[in-house]
């Protein structure tokens, strides 16, 4: 007799693993902070905790307490066709052999990029940190208006506090650090004439409004601001530029349009840019010496220098050139230069990579830049 077919048997499936997102967030943060920037993009893909994870200030925390943060380009432009300023960050693609694309005519490879922030690229602009004491001062610089400047001991990496409100909120603010005092100006509205800047004073804990430097600053974009023999010295967007004297509280215009000189100081040596070469101070023989090796570079950006940033233990330049055919638009160029000492008196370059990092229309105007650890 035909036995009744027996039911198939359902095949038993192994045991899946856990899905990673499963994880307490402490340890996928962890995880997330051990990853190289530059991969973030492709995993804010996966989902949209990934995203909202990668754009936290969990994370940036944890990067700085692991030491695995990276020290990162940030760049802010005006744009013609934005109120507001924009900020961009240096964005390089992992995996990839960066080249000298200068003197080349090939197009850029886009391997390296100055990308919108906020974006999975880079999740929030950088803010000012300011060091007096044994503290930190931070204030944000986004287009946000906000009032409230934070502090922390520098051997506390959670420890944030609210410090001493500014007196008005700002937006993108300009700040520096002089004799133990912070500084800050503009990022208001132009009718602020008391407050448009004013100064903090950590050991009494206020904020002090300092002199009205007049209307035509207040209603100007500042382009720039550079601190020398312990003045402010402040470039905006019209003919006149300004600076102010702390310890006269006392605003001048300064006789002829000032050009902020691009220095930096990597290892213990100071290097200079100007509009034809690139040089290293000599502090035995108290005299600027050219770095050698950097000829072709010096032709190329000529005097269209917009800035140069200490970038680990290299130096940074960036600078502009008109984008052909039609010159309507501006390319945005990056160099990255290692630097060699091979005599006493001789201090060598090499560009390990170049290329055009952004276009931009002809009538943008370059703000600011700074190199922060992310």
């Known amino acids: ?26 340890i996928l943060v962890n995880c997330l902070a051990r990853i190289p920037k530059s991969y973030y993009p492709k995993l804010s893909l996966v989902c949209k905790s990934f995203c909202s994870l990668i754009l936290s200030m969990e994370l940036y925390v944890e990067r700085l307490y692991l030491g695995t943060h990276e020290d990162v380009l940030h760049v802010c432009l005006q744009l013609p066709d934005r109120r507001l300023p924009s900020w961009f960050s240096l964005w390089t693609k992992p995996d990839q052999t960066l080249t000298n694309d200068i003197g080349k005519k090939k197009k850029s490879t886009r391997n390296t990029l100055l990308v919108p922030i906020p974006s999975s690229y880079s999740p929030r602009v950088p803010m000012f940190i300011g060091e007096i004491g044994s503290e930190l001062y931070a204030i944000s610089k986004h287009n946000t208006p906000s009032s409230v400047m934070w502090v922390r001991d520098k051997t506390s990496i959670y420890a944030w506090r609210k410090a001493p409100s500014m007196t008005v909120a700002r937006a993108n603010v300009f700040a520096y650090v002089i004799n133990g005092k912070i500084y800050v100006m503009g990022g208001c509205a132009a009718d602020e004439s008391k407050y448009w800047a004013e100064v903090f004073d950590p050991k009494t804990q206020t904020w002090k409004p300092l002199t009205d430097p007049g209307a035509e600053l207040r209603v100007s974009s500042i382009i720039g601001m550079a601190v020398s023999e312990g003045k402010i010295y402040v470039k905006n967007s019209y003919v006149k530029d300004y600076v102010y004297d702390p310890e006269e509280d006392k605003w001048d215009v300064v006789a002829s349009s000032f050009m902020i000189e691009r220095k930096c100081e990597i290892e213990n040596v100071l290097y200079r840019f100007s509009r034809q070469s690139c040089s290293w101070y000599d502090t035995k023989h108290k005299e600027w010496r050219d770095i050698k090796g950097l000829a072709t570079l010096n032709r ?70 700074e190199v922060k650890p992310v």
């Open 1 to 26: 007799m035909d036995s009744e077919a027996e039911p198939p048997q359902e095949k038993k499936k192994p045991n899946s693993c856990p899905s990673f997102l499963s994880l307490p967030e402490e």
């Open 300 to 369: 190329r950006r000529r005097s269209s220098i917009l800035e140069v940033a200490k970038y680990g233990d290299k130096l940074l330049i960036l600078w502009e050139i008109f984008a052909k055919p039609f010159y309507q638009n501006k390319s945005i160029w990056c160099a990255v230069v290692a630097l060699e000492k091979r005599k006493i008196d001789e201090i060598w370059g090499k560009v390990k990579w170049a290329s055009i990092v952004l276009t931009v229309p002809r009538s943008y105007v370059f703000l600011r830049c």
